[in-house]
């Protein structure tokens, strides 16, 4: 797939309306070359936790305790939504206690997701990143085992393509100036 095309035709997939399945095996081995996302100092500063179809509703179940605890219907809600997704990870980086590292690998993590972002799209998937309020909770960084010095990015969740996905316009305004 050409570059420019796939940066248009990315898109991030939010309907889960039907059953999805996916190649969990082909979206694994995209990880590696999504590694090859620049880096400051090589200090990969990224870690994924994969959640696999099978394991989503068990997941799931202890994600929205910690997320919505008693508030049945906001469970059932959320466990009803993500285990029709395909597969899933949890994004995590490291938190560098000195400004400018810390800076450096939080922009290297958005080059490193968007890089499997279009990896995945180019394999004929879908994907959205997710950044609910809940990834703060030390209930929630327990489940994913996040480390102490590590930062929870969200979730990218892994889906089958949705052909209906509407472009989001760009507004570009301010994007470029001339000094
Ligand atoms: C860091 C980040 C966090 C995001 N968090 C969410 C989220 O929590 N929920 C959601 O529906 N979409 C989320 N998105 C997806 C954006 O809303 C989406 O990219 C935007 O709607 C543009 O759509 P496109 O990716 O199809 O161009 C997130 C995207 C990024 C880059």
Not at 116 to 141: D, N, Q, Y
Not at 142 to 171: C, Q, W
Request: charged share 30%; aromatic share 10%; glycine share 4%.
């Amino acid at each position: 797939m050409e570059l420019k095309q796939a940066i248009i035709e990315r898109r991030s997939v939010k309907n889960y309306d039907y059953e999805m399945y996916i190649d969990e095996e082909k979206v694994l081995s995209l990880v590696e070359l999504a590694a090859y996302a620049p880096n400051h100092g090589m200090r990969e500063p990224w870690r994924l936790v994969y959640i696999s179809k099978k394991q989503i509703p068990d997941f799931a179940e202890q994600v929205a305790e910690s997320a919505f605890p008693n508030d049945k219907e906001k469970q059932d809600k959320y466990i009803n939504k993500v285990t029709k997704v395909g597969g899933m990870f949890v994004i995590l980086s490291k938190r560098d206690p000195r400004q400018k590292e810390y800076l450096e690998d939080q922009m290297a993590i958005g080059a490193f997701v968007q890089n499997l972002m279009l990896l995945v799209h180019a394999e004929g998937m879908g994907s959205c990143w997710k950044t609910p309020e809940f990834i703060f909770k030390p209930s929630f960084r327990s489940i994913v085992d996040a480390h102490a010095d590590e930062e929870v990015n969200g979730f990218l969740y892994i889906t089958e393509p949705d052909p209906n996905v509407k472009l989001m316009k760009r507004k570009n305004q301010s994007i470029l100036t001339r000094w």
